[in-house]
C-alpha cells in the first residue's frame, strides 16, 4: 500500500567526526578513544532544535557510541524519536564478510534494545554500502532480526551507489524492506536529493526545490539524512587528511545548523517507521514486520 499523503522522514546518523569514511585511512578505529568526542553535544543540540520544532525523527546509532554514552541513547528515545542502527564499528559492508556483518548488525542492535528498552528494527549502513558485490547483506539483515535498511543510493558517487537499483521502497530477500535515500530526475540524469555533503554544499534553496521536485515525481516518502558532526564548526581539524576529503568535510559547517532549522519549519517531519508504516506489518504489540 502506498502512502496517502506526502511524507518526509528525518534521519541522522550519529556518529563523531573521527570515525566518518572520508578519514578512514588516515584514522585508526583502535585510536578512537585518543579523540575527543563531541557526538553527544552535537547530538544533544539537534534534539533541542527538533523538539522546537515538533520534528519526529530516527537516529541510526552506532553501537560503539551506545556503548559510551548510554545516557544520550535514552535521550533519543525519551524525546520521541525512532532509534535503529548504524552498526557497531562504522566498517563498510563492503569491507566484511556475512559473518563479520552479522556479528557486527546483531551487536549493535542487541546493545541499542539493552539500553533503550524499545525494539530496533532499521539499519544503515556506512557510507551506504550495500551494493551488487554484497547484496547477500539483506539475507544477513532480515536473520539478525530487522525489518527494514535504509542503506542504497541509486546514483553514481566515488565511495557508493547503485544506479542501476531501485531508487523506491522495495523487498529485497526474506522479505527485508529497502528504503534508499531520494533522488529526482533531472534532465534525463537521476541526481541526489536526500541531505548530508550535498546539502551542506548546495545553497538551501536548491535543496528545498529539490524536496518540492522529489515530491511532484514520487509517491513514496522522502527520506533526509545528515550528522550531527556537521553542525559542529569547532571541531578539531584533522590535518593529515587529503584534501578532497578535507574539502568535503568542513565546506560550511557554521551554516549547517541554520539551514537544517529551515528545513524543519518549510517541511513536515516523522521518523522512518512513522513514514513508511504502509509498508511495515505493526502487530497490537507495535513490533515492526516486514510486510508482503
Known amino acids: 500500500m502506498l502512502p496517502s499523503k506526502k511524507l518526509n522522514a528525518m534521519t541522522v546518523d550519529v556518529e563523531d567526526y573521527f570515525q566518518v569514511s572520508a578519514f578512514e585511512n588516515v584514522i585508526n578505529p583502535a585510536d578512537w578513544d585518543c579523540h575527543s568526542s563531541r557526538v553527544v553535544k552535537s547530538t544533544m543540540r539537534i534534539l533541542e532544535l527538533f523538539s522546537e520544532r ?36 562504522h566498517q563498510k559492508a563492503t569491507k566484511m564478510t556475512a559473518r563479520e556483518f552479522f556479528e557486527d548488525v546483531s551487536m549493535s542492535k542487541a546493545l541499542l534494545e539493552d539500553i533503550s528498552g524499545t525494539a530496533v528494527d532499521g539499519y544503515r549502513a556506512p557510507s551506504f554500502s550495500i551494493m551488487e558485490s554484497n547484496e547477500w547483506a539483506f539475507d ?25 537499483w531501485p531508487n523506491r521502497p522495495y523487498q529485497a530477500r526474506n522479505g527485508l524492506w529497502e528504503f534508499p535515500q531520494s533522488t529526482v530526475e533531472m534532465m534525463g540524469k537521476r541526481l541526489p536529493a536526500g541531505g548530508g555533503g550535498f546539502f551542506r554544499l548546495q545553497p538551501y534553496m536548491i535543496s528545498k526545490n529539490l524536496v518540492s521536485r522529489f515530491h511532484a515525481q514520487q509517491v513514496h516518502p522522502y527520506i533526509f539524512y545528515f550528522h550531527p558532526w556537521e553542525i559542529d564548526a569547532d571541531q578539531p581539524v584533522i590535518q593529515h587528511a587529503p584534501l578532497k576529503s578535507r574539502l568535503r568535510h568542513y565546506v560550511n559547517l557554521s551554516r549547517m545548523l541554520k539551514k537544517i532549522d529551515a528545513l524543519t519549519q518549510d517541511f ?25
Do not use: C
Not at 141 to 154: C, K, M, N, V
Not at 268 to 288: C, D, F, P, T
Open 140 to 164: 544477513v539483515l532480515s536473520d539478525a532480526g530487522y525489518a527494514y535498511s535504509s542503506s542504497t543510493y541509486a546514483i553514481k558517487h566515488d565511495h557508493y551507489g547503485t544506479p542501476n
Open 54 to 89: 515538533n520534528v519526529k525523527a530516527t537516529f541510526f546509532t552506532l553501537g560503539w557510541v551506545a556503548k559510551r554514552y548510554p545516557e544520550l541513547v535514552k535521550e533519543i528515545v525519551q524525546n520521541g524519536h525512532e532509534l535503529a542502527s548504524h552498526g557497531f564499528n
Open 268 to 292: 513536515e517531519w516523522v521518523s522512518m517507521r512513522e513514514a513508511h508504516k504502509s509498508y511495515l506489518a505493526i502487530n497490537s504489540e507495535g513490533v515492526v514486520r516486514a510486510s508482503a
